[in-house]
């Protein structure tokens, strides 16, 4: 049984642009996209944003923050959605009385981990090229050739330290070379 089996969500309906939650805000909970696209982020004190995640429908967000008391990102909905919470409180009572629940949440937080790690290995190529390249390949699906995509590639270009310029530049570059071939919500890996 997962975490949020036999927890009861609130459900809440976003616009787009509209702020679920603030760093710094108290921890309510965690939440699971049921329509719609959430972006977790991070502003700089530049100004600059920082993409952590995209979360996508039945994707959970912000399990980590069941262990603080404030969020730590803010998380924007990119589109209009509808999430569901579930509150921090009955969360934290399942953990502790549930094995099965906290084994599940160590395997979704392991996962998630293993994927940051992957996109800080990403942002460590220095060659837009090869960054971008190497996470068509990180992506591709079952045939190792296919990367198909359910967001918009500007938020791709973020996920992976490019402006869209730069991540559009490089798609036409790699399309013009033959080592790609872009299509409708996917590319193909020559």
């Known amino acids: 049984m997962g975490l949020h089996d036999e927890i009861d969500p609130a459900i809440r309906r976003l616009a787009a642009g509209e702020t679920l939650f603030a760093a710094g805000d108290e921890t309510r909970g965690f939440f699971e996209v049921r329509t719609g696209r959430v972006r977790l982020m991070r502003f700089g004190a ?6 952590l995640f995209t979360a996508g429908p039945g994707e959970r967000f912000a399990e980590a923050s ?19 919470c579930f509150p921090r409180a009955a969360c934290l009572a399942r953990l502790n009385d549930d094995a099965p629940a906290r084994f599940d949440l160590t395997a979704d937080l392991a996962r998630q ?41 500007r938020e791709i270009a973020s996920a992976i ?8 530049r490089t798609l036409a570059r790699l399309e013009s070379e033959g080592a790609i071939e872009r299509k409708a919500g996917r590319i193909v890996l020559a």
């Open 46 to 51: 530049d100004g600059r944003e920082t993409a």
């Open 113 to 153: 981990v293993m994927m940051l790690r992957s996109r800080l290995t990403l942002r460590d190529i220095r060659s837009a090229r090869e960054r971008v390249l190497a996470f068509l390949v990180a992506e591709a699906g079952d045939d190792g050739r296919t990367v198909a995509f359910g967001g918009s590639l």
């Open 66 to 84: 069941l262990f603080a008391a404030r969020y730590h990102c803010d998380a924007i909905a990119l589109s209009d959605a509808v999430v569901a």
């Open 161 to 168: 330290g490019l402006t869209p310029e730069a991540f559009y």
